[in-house]
């Protein structure tokens, strides 16, 4: 037996991932790694997940930012929540909306999208390491395109796990995942709560912005019931945040369906101007840095949380 197919045991695949026996196993049965029910790993399904690198090997949290509302500040929690944890931690921005506005604020330029990593229709795909961008220490990011617009149609079963098999590969690299998600319910957003362990979402502080969670929250526990019971909810997050009485029975109402995060963003100018200038937060204003690296110790403690 050659090639991908040659078989490895227990302790050859634990050798190969750089683990020890007991680490592997868990990892293995965690992950449902193929052969982890035999014993019998197969060398090609070992090199998706584990790479044979020698670097630091991270068991990494992947986050999901979504709200089918337009509107909210995805974009915005992600890229900033991203940039905090990126201080302390090796993070991964996933540009997962094919208005592509995370990926257009660092690339001026086309750059190979996360579209040609899916294999999507038996589109020939490229691996995600290819294509990924590094924005500054620590923080990386995959690109997205329009294109990633056409992925609203399953045509095999598998078009369902297409972003959690192009992230396999990469999910020992980083100790966080950040996928940003679009404002939309279907197969992409699908794609992003079958790769994550865990989901935000953010709330903009108007009287409006309840509409549609109910929806929202349907299809995550649809998810977490069908197809990934390991999805847990961290919250709700309130968004460009003012302190309005006239809003102080929002977060009342959003707890009937989310948990409500204590930290609040609240609405700067140094937001915007990052964003048109096409910077880092850390560049612009580190007081609202500040704030999201509030967020970020919130978002570490409820994972903590959520694991133990």
């Known amino acids: 037996m050659s090639g991908s197919n040659k078989e490895y045991s227990w302790e050859e695949a634990a050798s190969f991932a750089k683990l020890s026996l007991e680490k592997f196993k868990e990892k293995a049965e965690g992950l449902k790694i193929p052969g982890w029910k035999t014993g019998k ?3 090609g399904n070992l090199e998706k997940y584990f790479n044979g690198s020698d670097g630091e090997d991270f068991d990494s949290h992947i986050i999901a930012i979504s709200n089918q509302k337009g509107g909210e500040g995805k974009t915005t929690i992600s890229l900033y929540l991203a940039e905090a944890l990126s201080q302390d931690h090796k993070v991964l921005l996933v540009d997962w909306d094919p208005q592509a506005n995370a990926t257009q604020l660092f690339l001026k330029e ?3 999208s996360v579209m040609e990593c899916l294999g999507y229709r038996g589109r020939k795909k490229i691996s995600i390491k290819n294509i990924i961008y590094n924005i500054s220490t620590n923080f990386d990011l995959v690109p997205s395109a329009l294109e990633l ?3 609203t149609t399953p045509y095999e079963r598998d078009d369902f796990e297409l972003l959690k098999e192009a992230l396999l590969p990469i999910r020992s690299e980083y100790e966080y995942i950040i996928i940003d998600c679009p404002p ?3 197969l992409i957003l699908e794609n992003a709560l079958l790769s994550a362990d865990f989901i935000l979402v953010p709330i903009q ?3 409006f912005s309840l509409q549609g969670i109910k929806d929202l929250h349907e299809t995550i526990t649809k998810i977490q019931k069908k197809a990934n019971p390991r999805l847990k909810l961290l919250g709700a997050i309130l968004n460009q ?5 006239a809003l102080s029975g929002l977060a009342e109402g959003i707890k009937k369906y989310f948990p409500v995060f204590e930290t609040v963003i609240y609405r700067r100018e140094s937001i915007p101007q990052a964003q048109a200038k ?3 937060l850390s560049k612009i204003d580190n007081a609202t840095l500040k704030n999201f690296k509030e967020l970020a110790s919130e978002v570490k403690g409820r994972i903590h949380v959520e694991k133990n």
């Open 205 to 207: 502080t108007r009287a």
């Open 241 to 245: 945040y003012e302190g309005q009485k």
């Open 41 to 43: 790993f197969k060398l």
């Open 184 to 186: 939309s319910l279907g």
């Open 278 to 280: 096409m910077s880092l």
């Open 110 to 112: 086309d750059a190979p």
């Open 149 to 151: 617009a056409n992925l």
